[in-house]
T-cell receptor, first 111, second 116 residues
């Protein structure tokens, strides 16, 4: 069965800290990996990763994929209270291109 | 705004009633997905359409659930004889362009179902 595991499940830090969120996966037909941010609404897209070792960056957020070790990380530097959210990792499965999600990491940034 | 709309946004119903949700995806895209999200969990895949054809259904989709996509545009998800365990957020998603290689799915705002 396809599985995506995120860690930690919950993280509380102070504004200005740097955080690293982890996502590991075991799937039979990997196509790509996506990161989403979810506040009190539907998930919003952050990054799509298809190749190992190529960092994707958007402002203070960055992400990288390791297809040999089957994991990805999402880094957020100089965190702000607006970064508080659940961060979801999802693997795209070949064929239907459906998403298999992890359970999410709830990030809380305290002022 | 992702361009994917869902109605209603909230639905409260009594156990045993039927409910129907609607999704209007990003216009003209051939792929449309339904997911369900319960509290504290990531979304789980329910079903997938390519145009009007329903090509895959999860084991989560019991025989009380049915989905359609007439004419390959909007889609509906119906739950018959609702149970309290059906309470969840139901999310619809669609890629943004016609390329079959576009993996990124954009989500609608969801329909939050509460079964009393």
């Amino acid at each position: 069965e396809d599985k995506v595991v995120q860690s930690p499940l919950s993280l509380v830090v102070h504004e200005g800290d740097t955080v690293t969120l982890n996502c590991s996966y075991e799937v039979t037909n990997f196509r790509s990996l996506l990161w989403y941010k979810q506040e009190k609404k539907a998930p919003t897209f952050l990054f799509m990763l298809t190749s190992s070792g190529i960092e994707k960056k958007s402002g203070r957020l960055s992400s990288i994929l390791d297809k040999k070790e089957l994991f990805s990380i999402l880094n957020i530097t100089a965190t702000q209270t607006g970064d508080s959210a659940v961060y979801l990792c999802a693997v795209v499965i070949q064929g239907a291109q459906k998403l298999v999600f992890g359970q999410g990491t709830r990030l809380t940034i305290n002022p | 705004d992702t361009g994917v709309s869902q109605n209603p946004r909230h639905k409260i119903t009594k156990r045993g009633q039927n409910v129907t949700f609607r999704c209007d995806p990003i216009s003209e895209h051939n792929r449309l997905y339904w997911y369900r999200q319960t509290l504290g969990q990531g979304p789980e895949f329910l079903t997938y359409f390519q145009n009007e054809a329903q090509l895959e259904k999860s084991r989560l989709l019991s025989d009380r659930f049915s989905a359609e996509r007439p004419k390959g545009s909007f889609s509906t998800l119906e739950i018959q004889r609702t149970e309290q365990g059906d309470s969840a957020m139901y999310l619809c998603a669609s890629p943004t362009d016609q390329s079959s290689n576009t993996d990124t799915q954009y989500f609608g705002p969801g329909t939050r179902l509460t079964v009393l």
